[in-house]
């Protein structure tokens, strides 16, 4: 005798209508709240569940610094720059030049600071909203002037 095998219903449609399709109680077998969610959930600063693995990492627990929401992005320039652009600015006409003195408005430029690194060998007149000690000095030993905002 031969005996073909019968066709077998897939389980989702052979449960129809009980309530807990085969895998008990109601409540089990709802997804990942069942096992206590997704992802790194239950790691938790209690018991040793899954602590060890996580005290490697020092930036895990809590929170780290701050971000202020009135922080200005300060846009700088050291003087060897400047000496370096100035024929360049002239050119594009950025700048003009009086006699021999050139005369620099840095905050139409885009620039907020002047730092005093590097040597600048150029008469400049500088118009800017802040300068450091160090540049000052160094545009008036070349024989040019600040003025500040």
Not at 62 to 71: E, L, P
């Amino acid at each position: 005798m031969i005996f073909m095998a019968a066709k077998k219903r897939s389980k989702q449609s052979r449960m129809r209508g009980s309530q807990s399709h085969g895998w008990g109680s109601k409540k089990k077998h709802r997804g990942s709240g069942n096992r206590g969610g997704h992802g790194f959930s239950g790691t938790g600063k209690r018991a040793d569940s899954k602590k060890p693995s996580i005290w490697k990492d020092a930036c895990f627990f809590g929170k780290h610094g701050f971000v202020s929401k009135r922080r200005k992005q300060i846009k700088i320039i050291n003087i060897s720059e400047l000496d370096e652009k100035i024929d360049s600015w002239l050119s594009s006409k950025l700048i003009s030049k009086e006699n021999d003195i050139y005369v620099i408005d840095l905050n139409k430029i885009g620039y907020d600071k002047v730092l005093g690194r590097g040597r600048i060998n150029k008469k400049v007149r500088i118009k800017v909203g802040s300068i450091t000690d160090n540049a000052k000095d160094a545009i008036m030993k070349a024989g040019g002037g600040v003025i500040e905002k």
